[in-house]
C-alpha cells in the first residue's frame, strides 16, 4: 500500500461514528492543501491552506451538534484514497439526517495535497432550514 498512514488515518477520522478521531489526518494534510465542498450549503466553497480547511469543520460544527462518520470502504487508486461513507448527523435546529458522502483526497509526497467532499446537499439544506429531508418516490418506467 503506498499511502498506508493516509489510509489509516482516514480509517481513525472516518470509522465509528461518534470515534471520529481526524488528528492524524490533520496531521498529514499539506500545508498547502486545498479543499472544495458544494457550495449550495452555507458553508461551501473552495478553501486554501490548513487554516482555511481546519476553518470549514470549525463552521460545520456550528451548524451541527453533531456529525459522524462510518467509513464504507478506504480505497487507494494511484495517488489518491477515496472514502465512501456513511453520515450521520443532528443540525442544532433538531432535524437529524442519514446520508451518504465520499471523500476524495490527492497525496503527493506522502501528504494531502487536494481534497474533496461530494455529498447529497439538498439532504443536507432541508435539514438545516428546519424541515425533514424531502424524498420522491422511484420513478416507475414503462
Not at 36 to 49: I, K, Q, R
Not at 90 to 96: C, I, L, M, R
Not at 118 to 141: F, M
Amino acid at each position: 500500500m503506498k499511502h498506508s498512514a493516509i489510509v489509516e488515518a482516514c480509517r481513525k477520522a472516518f470509522t465509528g461514528f461518534d470515534r471520529n478521531d481526524k488528528s492524524d489526518l490533520v496531521a498529514l494534510l499539506a500545508d498547502d492543501i486545498t479543499f472544495e465542498f458544494s457550495d449550495s450549503l452555507p458553508y461551501g466553497g473552495t478553501y486554501h491552506g490548513k487554516e482555511e480547511f481546519l476553518a470549514f469543520w470549525k463552521h460545520v460544527y456550528h451548524e451541527w451538534e453533531y456529525f459522524n462518520y462510518d467509513a464504507r470502504a478506504i480505497l487507494e487508486a494511484e495517488d489518491f484514497v477515496i472514502v465512501p461513507v456513511i453520515a450521520q448527523a443532528k443540525a442544532t435546529n433538531g432535524y437529524s439526517m442519514r446520508n451518504e458522502h465520499l471523500f476524495l483526497f490527492q497525496v503527493r509526497d506522502g501528504r494531502i495535497v487536494h481534497g474533496r467532499l461530494y455529498a447529497d446537499t439538498a439532504r443536507g439544506r432541508d435539514v438545516l432550514e428546519g424541515r425533514e429531508p424531502r424524498r420522491y418516490p422511484k420513478v416507475i418506467l414503462g
